[in-house]
C-alpha cells in the first residue's frame, strides 16, 4: 500500500543546533516533494518544494534533500531558534491530489 | 492582503444536523480543495476543484458535500450521514499545476455536542 512516514512524532533540540526531520515514502513515484510548516490551531504554510532532478535545495536556514532511490527526503533547520517550534508536514503528489504525512512535532528548547 | 478565509473558527453540531463551513479565496486561484485533520494523521482529502461547477471525490468523501458555484468560493458541508465528524478541517487553494504550493485557511474546528 501506498504510504508517508515521518520519522518521529516529536522531535526535541536545543537552540543552535540543526534539526533534521525524514520523510520515506512508499509505492510512489513523486516528480516533486513539499514541505509545509504548521503552528498549532492554523494551516500549513508552504516552505520548500524540492523536484526529483534537484538533489539538494535551499532557502536561508532551510535545506532539503531529495534521494529517489531511498525513496526519502530530509528536511534540516541550521541553527534552530525556539521560534521555529512547530509541526512540519511532508506532501508529495502522486496525482492531481496532494498526500500529506502526519508530520513531525519540533520543539527547539532556550 | 490575499488569502483564504475559513469561517467559522470552531463550529458545533448536534447528532442529525448538517452544518456548513465556508471557505472563501480572492488569490485568483482555479484550485480547491478541502482536507480533514485528525490527531497523528497526515491531512486527508474529502474534494477538491478544478474549475467552477465541478469537483472530484477525494479519499473520504462519504457524509460530506461541496459546491463550486464561484470561484472564490468552495464550502464544505457535513452532513448527518458522517458518523464520526469531530476533527479539524482545512480548505486550501492553489494555481492548476501538479508542482503548485498550496495555500492554506486557518481552519475550523467542529465538534458533537
Known amino acids: 500500500s501506498q504510504k508517508i512516514e515521518q520519522n518521529s512524532e516529536a522531535l526535541n533540540i536545543q537552540e543552535g543546533k540543526t534539526a533534521t526531520l525524514t520523510c520515506n515514502y512508499t509505492n510512489y513515484s513523486p516528480a516533486y516533494l513539499q514541505w509545509y510548516r504548521q503552528d498549532p490551531g492554523r494551516g500549513p504554510v508552504f516552505l520548500l518544494l524540492i523536484r526529483e532532478n534537484e538533489k539538494e535545495k535551499r532557502k536561508e536556514r532551510l535545506k532539503v534533500t531529495f534521494d529517489t532511490t531511498l525513496k526519502q527526503s530530509l528536511f534540516h533547520i541550521t541553527a534552530s531558534q525556539p521560534a521555529d517550534s512547530a509541526t512540519y508536514l511532508c506532501?508529495?503528489?502522486?496525482?492531481?491530489?496532494?498526500?500529506f504525512g502526519a508530520g513531525t512535532r519540533l520543539t527547539v528548547k532556550p | 492582503d490575499g488569502g483564504i478565509t475559513q469561517s467559522p473558527k470552531y463550529l458545533f453540531r448536534k447528532e442529525g444536523q448538517n452544518v456548513t463551513l465556508s471557505c472563501e479565496q480572492n488569490?485568483?486561484?482555479?484550485?480547491m480543495y478541502w482536507y480533514r485533520q485528525d490527531p497523528g494523521q497526515g491531512l486527508r482529502l474529502i474534494y477538491y476543484s478544478q474549475i467552477v461547477n465541478d469537483f472530484q471525490k477525494g479519499d473520504i468523501a462519504e457524509g460530506y458535500s461541496v459546491s463550486r458555484e464561484k470561484k472564490e468560493s468552495f464550502p464544505l458541508t457535513v452532513t448527518s450521514a458522517q458518523k464520526n465528524p469531530t476533527a479539524f478541517y482545512l480548505c486550501?487553494?492553489?494555481?492548476?499545476?501538479?508542482?503548485?504550493?498550496?495555500?492554506f485557511g486557518d481552519g475550523t474546528r467542529l465538534s458533537i455536542l
Open positions: 486550501a487553494s492553489s494555481i492548476l499545476g501538479v508542482d503548485q504550493p498550496q495555500h
Open positions: 506532501a508529495l503528489d502522486p496525482a492531481d491530489d496532494m498526500r
Open positions: 488569490l485568483n486561484h482555479d484550485a
